[in-house]
């Protein structure tokens, strides 16, 4: 059985940093695009950033410059927030999917396999 499971979420004051991380098991994972994912309450659930195991990574605009994902071999992946803001307060997901040249990472319908969640909350 698959299974995504995050971790390192919790309560941080505006400026902190939290790293966040998501080991996979139940398959091999090898060659699988991994992404982060998060929701705010009565909010869509929006990309954040998603790596391939190539290296070449994506990021959403509002986390660029803050927020760097990577991979370990043990197909675990990490998603290092720092600068972190108010408006980063939401659950994030872990997400996998099977790589396919036609990919799009950054769409919530691409991936297979998710996570239950790790609540992020950033106090002003």
């Known amino acids: 059985q698959v299974q995504l499971v995050e971790s390192g979420g919790g309560l941080v004051q505006a400026g902190g940093s939290l790293r966040l991380s998501c080991a996979a098991s139940?398959?091999?994972?090898?060659?699988?695009?991994m992404g982060w994912f998060r929701q705010a309450p009565g909010k869509e659930r929006e990309f954040v950033a998603a790596i391939r195991w190539s290296g070449v990574t994506y990021y959403s605009d509002s986390v660029k410059g803050r927020f760097t994902i990577s991979l370990d071999t043990k197909s675990t992946v990490y998603l290092q927030m720092n600068s972190l803001k108010p408006e980063d307060t939401a659950v994030y997901y872990c997400?996998?999917?099977?790589?396919?040249?036609?990919?799009?990472?950054?769409?919530?319908?691409?991936?297979?396999?998710w996570g239950q969640g790790t609540q992020v909350t950033v106090s002003s």
């Open positions: 139940g398959r091999p994972f090898v060659n699988y695009p």
């Open positions: 997400a996998a999917t099977p790589y396919t040249p036609s990919n799009d990472f950054t769409s919530v319908n691409e991936y297979r396999y």
